[in-house]
């Protein structure tokens, strides 16, 4: 229980931290990335809606003549505009929902790959200004660090994928675990978050993929705790992931080190 509250106190602590310790300028990159994927899927997104409207139109319309009609023809005429017009609507907002789907689906992963280098450099940074020791900056390490962060995030989304494939395949057989499946899909995707946030920390430690998993399990409520509320705030739109991976990051640093963050003085540097 101890180790689930430093990770709370390790999370909802980080923004004050970085702000008191002049990182603030950390959430302008967030904010770039997230305007120009955003950016880019919804371009995307019209340009797919406008395709499938066009072979909507080609393929699905009923044909109304030019001229008007009167009588029980000119009444069916109208239905069959309606029903064309109603169409295009039905496909305009079911690919808008489903782009949406997409960036919700895809996004979170999408970050945390994108913002390895930052997220890793946001940990080193937190762990330095807490342990008051800092190494000189090496590239190569920093690389190694990019790297591993880049493929934790693609083995982690991953796995989340290939478990959520199986637990909802297995819920069509028992329908009635429906709710209990999405928690516990919740709790993985929670656990993973989490554990890629400490694995920066691991990494500095030069510890490999599997004693990585184990001393995350010893930490697993701080863990948990730390993926938690990250899943939480990526909830809310554009909030969440401009803030959450920072926050995440830099909490599990928080979480790690407590009596250390409590006692850390403000940085004038």
Same mark, same amino acid.
């Given at each position: 229980?101890?180790?689930? =509250?430093?990770?709370?106190?390790?999370? =909802?602590?980080?923004?004050?931290?970085? $702000?008191?310790?002049?990182?603030?300028?950390?959430?302008?990159?967030?904010?770039?990335?997230?305007?120009?994927?955003?950016?880019?899927?919804?371009?995307?997104?019209?340009?797919? /809606?406008?395709?499938?409207? /066009?072979?909507?139109?080609?393929?699905?319309?009923?044909?109304?003549?030019?001229?008007?009609?009167?009588?029980?023809?000119? &009444?069916?005429?109208?239905?069959? /505009?309606?029903?064309?017009?109603?169409?295009? +609507?039905?496909?305009?907002?079911?690919?808008?929902?489903?782009?949406?789907?997409?960036?919700?689906? +895809?996004?979170? &992963?999408?970050?945390?790959? $994108?913002? !390895?280098?930052? $997220?890793? &450099?946001?940990?080193?940074?937190?762990?330095?200004? $807490?342990?008051? =020791?800092?190494?000189?900056?090496?590239?190569?390490?920093?690389?190694?660090?990019?790297?591993?962060?880049?493929?934790?995030?693609?083995?982690?989304?991953?796995?989340?994928?290939?478990?959520?494939?199986? +637990?909802?395949?297995?819920?069509?057989?028992?329908?009635?675990?429906?709710?209990? !499946?999405?928690?516990?899909?919740?709790?993985?995707?929670?656990?993973?978050?989490?554990?890629?946030?400490?694995?920066?920390?691991?990494?500095?430690?030069?510890?490999?993929?599997?004693?990585?998993?184990?001393?995350?399990?010893?930490?697993?409520?701080?863990?948990?705790?730390?993926?938690?509320?990250?899943?939480?705030?990526?909830?809310?739109?554009?909030?969440?992931?401009?803030?959450?991976?920072?926050?995440?990051?830099?909490?599990? +640093?928080?979480?790690?080190?407590?009596?250390?963050? /409590?006692?850390?003085?403000?940085?004038?540097?």
């Amino acid at each position: 229980m101890d180790g689930f =509250t430093r990770g709370i106190s390790g999370f =909802t602590g980080a923004a004050g931290f970085m $702000l008191r310790h002049r990182m603030g300028w950390m959430f302008l990159a967030p904010v770039l990335l997230w305007a120009l994927f955003a950016f880019g899927l919804f371009q995307a997104g019209n340009s797919l /809606a406008d395709t499938v409207q /066009a072979w909507g139109a080609a393929h699905l319309d009923l044909t109304v003549p030019e001229a008007p009609r009167q009588g029980l023809a000119g &009444y069916w005429d109208g239905l069959k /505009a309606f029903l064309n017009g109603a169409r295009d +609507v039905v496909l305009w907002i079911a690919l808008k929902l489903a782009v949406l789907a997409l960036v919700a689906l +895809v996004g979170k &992963y999408v970050v945390l790959v $994108l913002l !390895s280098p930052l $997220l890793s &450099y946001a940990s080193e940074r937190t762990e330095e200004l $807490l342990t008051g =020791t800092s190494a000189s900056f090496s590239l190569l390490r920093w690389s190694r660090e990019v790297v591993r962060g880049i493929g934790m995030a693609l083995r982690n989304g991953s796995l989340e994928l290939g478990i959520n494939a199986l +637990v909802w395949a297995a819920t069509l057989f028992l329908p009635l675990l429906a709710p209990l !499946s999405a928690l516990f899909l919740w709790l993985v995707s929670c656990w993973f978050y989490g554990f890629s946030m400490f694995d920066y920390i691991h990494e500095r430690r030069r510890l490999g993929l599997r004693a990585s998993v184990r001393a995350a399990r010893e930490r697993r409520g701080m863990v948990l705790a730390n993926g938690l509320l990250f899943n939480l705030l990526m909830k809310v739109p554009l909030l969440g992931m401009v803030a959450a991976p920072l926050l995440a990051a830099v909490g599990a +640093v928080l979480a790690h080190t407590p009596k250390a963050a /409590a006692t850390m003085p403000a940085s004038r540097s």
